[in-house]
């Protein structure tokens, strides 16, 4: 017969390095060890790393200490992470339930005055009703799914602070038929957009020096 050797989770917390309570500091006395509970593959200094890639891919869109973002999709992996680098700035995140729609996910966004919104490709509507008569309009993140004026998080995190060309290419790649990745690449400060966050892609087509100040991915 099999005797198994059975922890009780007093024991297996007390197998760990102590920390001081905060979700960085447990993260920080986990980061030794290989596994990772909810990402098979990763190892927790890897989620660190990732972590620290999302918060300053926050910090870089003006997201600081005591700002609020609203969270609107499905569990998720992004999902974890975004919770976890929202922390690691001292941001607030401002759960939002899927299946609201626009008046009951309004009330909430505007009451807590949220600066960004991430959401899921099926909520997105909703999200951009429910924006659209605040007067300070929170920018929008893509957490699964895509929608062309809007960014997903993926190679936000994937890349760290730093989006490179060459990762938004590979993330294309990964996701979308030949016929709809991108040739050219262009970072820019920030784009042109309506009331309700769309971008005003007539704009961008003006704009002579875009094409100028772009990455041709074919020549990478």
């Not at 994937?158 to 690449?185: D, H, L, M, N």
């Amino acid at each position: 017969m099999l005797d198994l050797f059975v922890l009780s989770p007093l024991e297996v917390i007390r197998s760990y390095p102590p920390h001081d309570y905060t979700l960085g500091g447990l993260l920080a006395s986990r980061a030794r060890h290989a596994g990772f509970l909810l990402y098979p593959a990763t190892t927790y200094a890897t989620f660190q790393r990732q972590i620290e890639g999302a918060a300053g891919m926050l910090l870089a869109r003006g997201i600081d200490h005591g700002e609020r973002v609203a969270v609107m999709p499905r569990n998720s992996d992004h999902y974890v992470l975004l919770f976890f680098a929202l922390a690691r700035i001292g941001a607030i995140m401002v759960p939002v339930n899927p299946d609201f729609g626009a008046r009951e996910a309004g009330y909430i966004l505007a009451h807590a005055a949220v600066s960004a919104v991430a959401a899921s490709e099926a909520a997105l509507p909703v999200v951009r009703e429910a924006i659209a008569g605040m007067e300070v309009q929170p920018w929008l993140m893509l957490m699964d799914g895509e929608a062309g004026d809007v960014p997903h998080i993926a190679p936000m995190i994937e890349s760290g602070a730093q989006v490179t060309a060459r990762a938004i290419a590979e993330w294309c790649r990964e996701r979308f038929a030949a016929i709809k990745q991108p040739r050219y690449v262009v970072f820019v400060e920030s784009l042109p957009v309506t009331a309700t966050q769309r971008v005003q892609k007539f704009q961008l087509r003006s704009d002579s020096t875009l094409l100028e100040r772009a990455v041709d991915l074919e020549k990478r």
